[in-house]
């Protein structure tokens, strides 16, 4: 069974970094291009930042220069690294594939959720 986790949220103070990490198990096949999308309380998920195959990255403007994405082929894994965060960053973040890829999550999980205090 294929799947997506991610994981490294938590509680940190405006300002300060965090690293998210998108992890692929299930398959030896490579995941191909991964989104990062968050949803806060009330509001509709959105995507933050992506990264395809090759390397080519696009973000967001709300996060363009804040937010950095990456990926390591080698053990099938797309990092978020959030930088200069702000509360209105607050919510819970996802990764996914497009939704043709084999990696797709339909159900899209519990996410990891990121809290920023002013």
């Known amino acids: 069974q294929v799947q997506l986790v991610e994981s490294g949220g938590g509680l940190v103070q405006a300002g300060g970094s965090l690293r998210l990490s998108c992890v692929a198990s299930g398959s030896t096949d490579s995941i191909g291009a991964i989104g990062w999308y968050r949803q806060a309380p009330g509001k509709r998920r959105q995507l933050v930042a992506g990264i395809m195959t090759l390397g080519t990255e696009n973000y967001a403007p709300s996060v363009k220069g804040r937010f950095f994405v990456s990926r390591d082929n080698a053990n099938n894994t797309v990092y978020l690294q959030m930088n200069s965060l702000k509360p209105e960053d607050t919510a819970v973040y996802y990764c996914?594939?497009?939704?043709?890829?084999?990696?797709?999550?339909?159900?899209w999980g519990q996410g990891t959720q990121v809290t920023v205090s002013s």
């Open positions: 996914n594939a497009p939704s043709g890829s084999r990696w797709y999550k339909a159900s």
